[in-house]
């Protein structure tokens, strides 16, 4: 069974802070997606990540995927009340398996 | 880019009744699936389906089945609700790129 640890679990920070969020796993993935959903929302996706190494910026959010792409990062600069929201990283295994491997989610909390 | 419509934002049902809960996607996308997300436990899969009449039990099938008669509509069916099965459902379709989801069901069982 794949898993995919994110840390940390909860973080509430103050407006204008920076911020990183992890996962993990012994598992490697074809590729790795970040969502990010609001109360009552279904999850947005934000970003794909493909090749090992890879660093995907979307405003002041940075993703990076690690060199064995078993593990990524979400980097947030300068953060915003509106960056408020549960922040899940899910893996593909690729092939004809269909599943995503989802972690349990970072809830960000950003105090105005 | 796709649209997924969940046909509920919130349920109440009683223990005991037949549920049905639809997602209609407005794409050709073969590839959809029902999720259900509980606090400390995160998304697990119920059901996935790569065409019609196609499907395949996920991690969690127990209690629940899934209709897909047509490309467009997958059904989750709990067909006899428990308290236990209270929680937020999410469906939607699956791309290269990454799943699109819908806005979710809240289900609560009484």
């Known amino acids: 069974t794949q898993l995919l640890e994110q840390s940390p679990q909860f973080l509430s920070i103050q407006e204008g802070e920076n911020l990183t969020v992890y996962c993990n796993s012994s598992?490697?993935?074809?590729?790795l997606q970040w969502y990010r959903q609001e109360p009552g929302e279904g999850p947005v996706l934000l970003v794909t990540v493909v090749t090992g190494g890879e660093v995907k910026k979307l405003k002041r959010l940075t993703f990076q995927f690690g060199d064995a792409r078993k593990d990524s990062s979400l980097h947030i600069t300068a953060a915003q009340p509106g960056d408020t929201g549960l922040y899940l990283c899910?893996?593909?295994?690729?092939?004809?398996?269909?599943?995503?491997?989802f972690g349990k989610g970072t809830l960000l909390t950003v105090n105005p | 880019d796709v649209k997924v419509t969940q046909s509920s934002r919130y349920l109440v049902k009683r223990t005991g009744e037949k549920v049905f809960l639809e997602c209609v996607q407005d794409m050709d996308h073969e590839n959809m699936f029902w999720y259900r997300q509980d606090p400390g436990l995160g998304l697990r899969l119920i059901y996935f389906?790569?065409?019609?009449?196609?499907?395949e039990k996920g991690d969690i099938p127990e209690g629940y089945s899934v209709s897909r008669e047509k490309k467009e509509r997958f059904s989750l069916i709990l067909e006899s609700a428990s308290t236990n099965q209270t929680s937020m459902y999410l469906c939607?379709?699956?791309?290269?790129?990454?799943?699109?989801f819908g806005s979710g069901t809240r289900l609560t069982v009484v």
């Open positions: 389906s790569y065409d019609v009449k196609m499907k």
């Open positions: 899910a893996g593909d295994s690729g092939g004809s398996n269909y599943k995503l491997t």
């Open positions: 598992s490697v993935f074809s590729s």
């Open positions: 939607g379709t699956r791309q290269n790129y990454g799943y699109t």
